[in-house]
């Protein structure tokens, strides 16, 4: 079944199709009705404007391609299985949640809350304008050449694959166990809080007291930039080529940077540190 070059605002339009295609068709109108793709299967919507409330709920099997979803587009799909999207652009509030094998490409995003206790997501090649708390509570992800600007990404999130990345993101990784993270920029103040077995190679830190509570830290041929305060109460072993502001109580491991600007230790606290810390100058 083809629906091609329609125009849609009824309440559930196309409520329930499968094996159909959905070309240059609008979904938009005074009706102002929602959910129009509902409990859909083996569907591929291409080259359509979604401008109403949550249109792809409880779909299996679904390809998006270049479609745009407006701001008005909010909570777009939830509950979905298989679902490839490329070549789009999702602008709505709480665009992805709660579901299982997601594979974006050439994706642009703005949306608050993006991307939410979803198990198994591919992202390629795209970009996030403006998200807060984005890839929450999101286990085995793989993601490559991904641009971000945000806040709060990657919290309590478990087995993750990065590469080629560039984060402008604040409190990132908290709470998350299992990456690895390969030749990327990471800015943000507060990395990685309370994470468990992350692995950064071949990457560049920017921001403030990072690593902290972290344990079964590793860092690889990393740069770090303006970043003090690092490592308290971690177990870490790291190599920076570059210098670290300061090194403040970390727990047991290694620390080898270019240089140190100052490392503090307080005796008193609890447990005493144990780990090594080494400066070329």
């Not at 102002?32 to 792809?56: A, H, N, W």
Request: charged residues 25%; aromatic residues 12%.
């Amino acid at each position: 079944m083809i629906y091609q070059n329609l125009s849609f605002d009824q309440e559930r339009a196309l409520y329930g199709i499968h094996d159909a295609k959905i070309k240059n068709c609008r979904f938009t109108g005074p009706q102002d009705g929602e959910s129009f793709l509902k409990e859909t299967q083996r569907i591929q919507v291409e080259d359509c404007l979604m401008d109403l409330r949550y249109p792809l709920w409880h779909v299996t099997d679904g390809k998006i391609i270049n479609c745009q979803l407006t701001p008005n587009c909010r909570a777009a799909l939830w509950y979905d299985k298989n679902i490839q999207i490329t070549d789009s652009s999702m602008m709505g509030i709480k665009a992805i949640r709660e579901c299982e094998n997601v594979k974006l490409k050439n994706v642009t995003v703005s949306s608050p809350e993006f991307i939410w206790k979803v198990h198994g997501i591919t992202v390629e090649d795209s970009q996030i304008l403006q998200s807060e708390y984005p890839f929450f509570e999101v286990t085995d992800g793989k993601i490559r050449n991904l641009k971000m600007k945000g806040k709060y990404s990657f919290q309590y999130c478990n087995n993750f694959e990065l590469s080629d990345c560039d984060f402008d993101t604040k409190d990132a990784f908290w709470h998350s166990k299992n990456f690895v993270i390969r030749n990327s920029v990471i800015k943000g103040e507060y990395l990685a809080w309370y994470s468990e077995n992350l692995t950064f190679i071949d990457c560049k830190i920017i921001g403030t007291q990072p690593f902290c509570y972290c344990k079964n830290l590793k860092l690889q041929n990393c740069i770090f930039e303006d970043c003090d305060l690092a490592f308290e109460n971690s177990t870490v072993f790291a190599e920076i080529n570059s210098r670290v502001e300061s090194i403040k109580n970390p727990v047991s491991g290694e620390i080898h940077a270019q240089e140190i600007g100052q490392i503090i230790l307080d005796a008193k606290r609890t447990p005493v540190t144990q780990c090594k810390i080494f400066s070329r100058q």
